[in-house]
């Protein structure tokens, strides 16, 4: 599995949303993965977005990019939809974990 690295890796300024986006990525997918098997794609979309604004403050492009796939899906009410993307960013996350200094 190939890591993924924030755009902002050079910034010192940006380190501390970097850590604080990737320290607590795995709770947050969590999250999310619990509001998919409820069934509540109101709250998965809900958290999504959120996801997606930190994502973006941390420079996970990617992240971002399909954190807005799921978050539409929510919106059009497509379960099956917001699965997929649920996995993706499920993959995602481990990915930018494993390009992350400690929290491997």
Do not use: N, W
Not at 49 to 60: C, T
Not at 78 to 87: E, F, P, T
């Amino acid at each position: 599995m190939k890591p993924i690295y924030s755009t902002l890796g050079d910034d010192p300024s940006s380190g501390e949303a970097v850590d604080a986006f990737v320290v607590g990525l795995a709770e947050r997918i969590d999250l999310l993965q619990d509001a998919e098997a409820g069934g509540d794609l109101a709250q998965l979309a809900d958290q999504a977005g959120r996801l997606i604004a930190e994502a973006a403050q941390a420079g996970f492009a990617a992240f971002e990019k399909v954190g807005k796939e799921l978050e539409v899906a929510c919106f059009e009410k497509d379960g099956k939809a917001a699965r997929q993307r649920l996995v993706e960013l499920t993959e995602l996350s481990q990915r930018i974990r494993l390009g992350h200094k400690g929290s491997a």
